[in-house]
């Protein structure tokens, strides 16, 4: 009779033991397969980290470089810059990783608009930027790309090899998380090639900010950079409808609050062991405000 009660109690025990097991295997098998699906989502962008192993003194500064590519279609400055560059900003010690904003769609080639969301994709994670062109390779180890209290020009007229106007802010630029968003990143009207640093120049003067430049460089317009020249490579300079009005005046509408894009997938690579992250870019034209950014003859109804 107990012999019977006890065997009857451990099989209770035994199933409530087993129920138990089986509700634990059904929480952890649920509990993963909605972490693989969330891992999935493609608002989680686990690559968007700094690259560079950072020393410990590095960790002590706090400061993390994200260094902004804008791209198309010149994969062997690309092949020459990532590795040169990941080189150059560890000797510095600057904690950094580089983006190459690749513009995916048909329109015209949009410089701003890139940086502009190549910030927005970052700027949680960084607290400043390069606006960098791919073209352009310091020399001089003297040229710092430490976090700019105020915007520093890197690529400054008695220095770049081609640019010498006093107003020329292009080529390469570093500025911080707060300052850029200041002055609500770069005009997106500039479809096609050129101009837009220039009306960054006015908002950031406007903004009274002190744009500084590399002082005691003793190299000049020759041996400061290498400028790298792909063969043959046109510049769109094209100008239809009312570009060339509209992209001479100040922009005081659009920026970083208004840039319309999707992102189509991010990639990471590394060349000759330097990483890089490319972010695949699909801009949208407001074809009513800027009909320009597609000046091709059937689209335009001109030459
Ligand atoms: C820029 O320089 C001017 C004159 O030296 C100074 O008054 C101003 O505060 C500076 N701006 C910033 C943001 O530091
Ligand atoms: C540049 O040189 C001048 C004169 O030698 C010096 O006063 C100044 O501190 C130097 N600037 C930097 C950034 O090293
Ligand atoms: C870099 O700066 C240091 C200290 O001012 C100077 O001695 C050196 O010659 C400079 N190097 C170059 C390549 O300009
Ligand atoms: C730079 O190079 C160009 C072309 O080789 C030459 O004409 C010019 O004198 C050089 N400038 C300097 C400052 O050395
Ligand atoms: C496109 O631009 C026009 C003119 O600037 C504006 O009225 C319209 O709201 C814009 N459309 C969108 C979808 O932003």
């Not at 006890?6 to 089986?22: D, E």
């Not at 040169?84 to 190459?100: D, S």
């Not at 570009?243 to 208004?258: P, S």
């Not at 009513?288 to 000046?295: E, I, N, S, V």
Request: with cysteine; net charge positive; proline share 5%.
């Amino acid at each position: 009779m107990v012999r019977a009660k006890n065997a009857r109690f451990s099989f209770t025990c035994f199933l409530a033991v087993l129920i138990a097991v089986m509700f634990v295997i059904t929480v952890v098998l649920s509990f993963k397969l909605l972490t693989i699906d969330q891992c999935n989502c493609p608002s989680l962008v686990p690559e968007l980290r700094p690259s560079s192993k950072p020393s410990l003194k590095l960790i002590s500064t706090k400061h993390r470089l994200a260094v902004l590519v804008p791209y198309r279609e010149r994969f062997e400055e690309l092949l020459e810059f990532v590795p040169y560059m990941h080189r150059f900003l560890n000797n510095q010690q600057v904690y950094h990783n580089i983006f190459i904003l690749n513009q995916v769609d048909t329109y015209r080639f949009n410089r701003a608009s890139l940086i502009n969301i190549g910030f927005l994709q970052v700027k949680s994670d960084f607290d400043y930027v390069a606006m960098h062109d791919v073209d352009l390779l310091p020399l001089n180890e003297n040229l710092s790309y430490a976090y700019p209290k105020q915007p520093v020009h890197l690529a400054a007229p008695e220095l770049h090899p081609k640019y010498h106007y006093s107003k020329f802010i292009g080529g390469i630029l570093l500025i911080n998380r707060e300052h850029f968003q200041l002055v609500n990143g770069l005009s997106n009207r500039y479809w096609g090639w050129g101009l837009e640093d220039d009306e960054f120049y006015v908002r950031l003067k406007d903004a009274q900010l002190n744009v500084t430049r590399p002082e005691n460089i003793t190299t000049g317009v020759n041996n400061t950079f290498r400028h790298v020249h792909g063969k043959d490579r046109k510049r769109d300079t094209t100008k239809c409808y009312n570009q060339r009005e509209v992209t001479r005046k100040r922009d005081r509408q659009t920026g970083l609050h208004d840039v319309r894009y999707n992102v189509l997938g991010y990639k990471s690579l590394e060349i000759d062991g330097a990483p890089a992250t490319v972010i695949n870019i699909q801009l949208i034209c407001n074809h009513t405000a800027t009909p320009w950014c597609d000046c091709s003859p059937q689209k335009s109804g001109k030459v």
